[in-house]
């Protein structure tokens, strides 16, 4: 019997991970790459930021969900390239993997329209790191405003901004609205959190600019209703971490939350095929890269233009039915077959808007309000990975309903505590000596000569 | 009517969180500061570091915790120090908080025995910072042994040390061999996690010093039973971040736990008191500070010796009784009575060792295997602060008892994500340009020229 033949998978996303279990009972030998070890339900990762679940409860180790595929093995890794003509995949520690068939699933990251020194002031959404990130900015911003002198830092200490009106952006806003007004209402005694501004930015006339006019109307209203002030037509021209200015008008805001743009990995480049304007690869209806019929490209890295002359959009479902396809193309390449065109089957959008609300179409129902919120409960749970995750979620969202609380309000800051030793560990001596210092200890607070060294 | 008394508490531990909250129906006016947002339940943090709970579980906001106590104000703060003739605690910011009465509460933290240089190849165990830092390197070092070609670095992968054999480096080394023997057991291909070797290195002459011989000999046994290699008697004498030296053995291990030595807060010295070896302050049986009767200090900063000579310990029954007591000498200032001493109730010590494994000792009660185990859960359950958390662990532990799975496999870095932009957020510009990279790309993996700036 043959050798079988190698397939890699880039990316544990929606699209990869689909084409790798759907691999199960293909005789090939699949590799699955990711830089992470886990599985991300990005949908609910705005809930991570805004306290309400925990990391784990969205996130599943990919070596667990495959455990039982035999001819799946998992590295965890980074990919810095490809050798096209040798037909490896490299990654950044100096391994390589070759392959007869190749999936790249290796998604989308944050596109900040040309400005990457705003990402520090901010971050984006799109890893666990970064919603913890946001997290610790939106907890920290009420303690700190809670402790100002100063009205105006208080008030910018109380102004968050929400940039892109899209459905992490208005499901950011409409969760911070209600961290402000119901979660913390109570809880300090100098600061009225309630009072606290969210503003939510769109370029655009209309929020939700994928979903129909309708629904925009909706979103934007039940918005308003949880009192945040939403901007359409708004350009961001600034962002310097005491203020967003908003075309001439300057916002004192010490908070800014990143929804909008999305740019394809940096991976894209390296695969040398035509790109659009946001870095996603232009890929044949069958998902190969022009000319190298033995690499598909699925997910947020793959534009593809349906018949109607619309994009396939950047989402879960559609990264899916492209892994699924992917799949089945290398099952068709082993038979000796051509692969086949992708048809996407568009199952409709929906997005929450905050607790009890939300809008949804599917096909040509329009749904707003509590049966929309149902709905998107419902199928949300149902995507999840995982039973437990499943249910850990389910009895957190039945808690923080009847509570109103929220129970992950968790201030993790790993990165004070330990990127003194890490910096340490890669060699960048000039941060050396802070590593040596007591866990959690401000040096403030020290005397020069405490360690007996 | 006066202006009522001033209070300040120093920490939001076992020690000072029951103190603020008895001072409930005391007419003075309380300030809790405390430089997490979070009461950590410290005990299940190794939980957390073996990936078997969420942060979330075992924390819980301060905030929520105490809304409902009109006469308690909670700031998030680091003390820097103390202005003892002025009657202030001073923040790191530059704050300073007036106070009548004083409760020091600042907790311990991890001591190396004089070598500073070992923390960061081998992190302790005090914070939710801590235990995600110790999950991702015991995480970590599964999958880099995977990958690992050489054997002699594989084998140092899938070595772990962990240094003390207290309750916690117990708890530790029978939770690292039950994740290699069990939960990782049959998902890797190249290396089989069942071989690992786990360490326990005591330098008395046995684990679990605190407890009754025989129950030092029982967890031994239990330890045993599980894989664990127990090296009584045995000093650490180098780590290096590949190996740990005992005495003139030298494993090569790159994993390596620190649950040894404790240390007061380096705030003890702030005080000017007389201080213990271990940096604990030496109180009056009252609790107060010598020479100041308006000062108490409770929890692992105290050092208190007990009517036959042994030391009050430094667990959180203790800790929760002397922040009653400061309370109720406070009452007892307030009416012009003098502070009374302290008087610890002794009620039992309890260490787990693995799933269905336990001892304890409940006065002349000597308890072990899955007796005391249910006793240990039974009684971490009932002092978990908040009943959403005490649901959320329990239902965890089911599902770890049924499936030996554990659900919180999730390496989260905020270290490598956020570092850049934090560090230069303070202004330590050399590490400026970095922040500019795309989130979670290796700049191996990029062409210099990726950002149109």
């Known amino acids: 019997m043959a050798e079988p033949k190698r397939v890699v998978v880039v990316g544990a996303g929606f699209g990869g991970l689909r084409c790798a279990r759907d691999l199960a009972r293909v005789p090939v030998r699949v590799t699955l790459v990711d830089r992470q070890n886990h599985h991300l339900f990005q949908p609910l990762l705005y809930q991570v930021a805004t306290a309400g679940l925990n990391p784990a409860d969205i996130a599943f180790p990919v070596r667990s969900f495959v455990r039982r595929q035999k ?43 040309g400005h ?26 009420f303690e700190e405003a809670d402790r100002a002198e100063d009205p105006a830092r208080r008030l910018a200490l109380l102004t968050f901004v929400v940039v892109g009106g899209g459905p ?32 939510l930015v769109e370029g655009l006339p209309r929020v939700l600019p994928a979903m129909p006019e309708d629904l ?12 945040v002030e939403v901007r359409t037509g708004a350009r961001v021209t600034a962002i310097d971490g005491e203020s967003v200015t908003l075309g001439d008008e300057r916002i004192a805001a010490r908070t800014v939350l990143w929804g909008a743009g999305v740019a394809a990995s940096p991976l894209a480049r390296a695969l040398g095929a ?18 190298h019929p033995e690499i598909q490209v699925v997910g947020d890295l793959a534009r593809l233009a349906r018949a109607d002359g619309t994009l396939v959009p950047g989402v879960a479902p559609a990264a899916i039915q492209e892994g699924r396809h992917a799949a089945r193309n290398i099952a068709r390449a082993l038979r000796g077959e051509p692969k086949a065109a992708f048809a996407y089957f568009d199952k409709g959008l929906l997005a ?16 707003t309000g509590t049966l929309a919120w149902l709905a998107w409960l419902f199928v949300h749970l149902l995507f999840l990975v995982g039973f437990r995750n499943r249910l850990a979620v ?60």
Chains 1, 2 share one sequence.
């Open 116 to 141: 990457p020194e705003w990402e520090r002031f901010a971050p984006g959404l799109k890893t666990i790191e970064d919603a913890l990130e946001a997290r610790r900015r939106i907890l920290i911003a």
């Open 216 to 227: 925009s109307r909706a979103a934007e209203a039940q918005l308003r209703a949880l009192g």
């Open 274 to 291: 035509p790109l659009d304007a946001s870095g996603r690869i232009r890929v044949h209806p069958d998902l190969t890269l022009p000319g």
């Open 71 to 113: 001819n799946l093995d998992v590295v965890l890794g980074e990919v810095a390239g490809f050798d096209l003509g040798g037909r490896r995949v490299l990654l950044a520690d100096g391994a390589a993997f070759p392959y007869d068939e190749l999936v790249v699933a290796a998604g989308a990251t944050h596109a900040y329209f």
């Open 352 to 367: 929450t808007v905050g607790r009890g609300h939300a809008v949804g179409a599917v096909g040509p129902l329009h749904l």
């Open 394 to 453: 389910f009895l957190q969202w039945v808690w923080s309903y009847a509570t109103f609380g929220r129970g992950a309000r968790l201030i993790v800051d790993t990165a004070r505590r330990w990127q003194y030793a890490r910096a340490g560990e890669r060699g960048l001596e000039e941060l050396d000596r802070p590593a040596a210092r007591p866990p959690g200890e401000a040096p403030a607070a020290l005397p020069a000569d405490h360690h007996p060294e």
């Open 168 to 199: 992490t952006g208005v499901e950011l806003a409409g969760a911070v609205a209600e961290i402000a007004r119901h979660t913390l209402a109570s809880e300090f005694r100098r600061i009225d959190p309630r009072r606290a501004r969210v503003l």
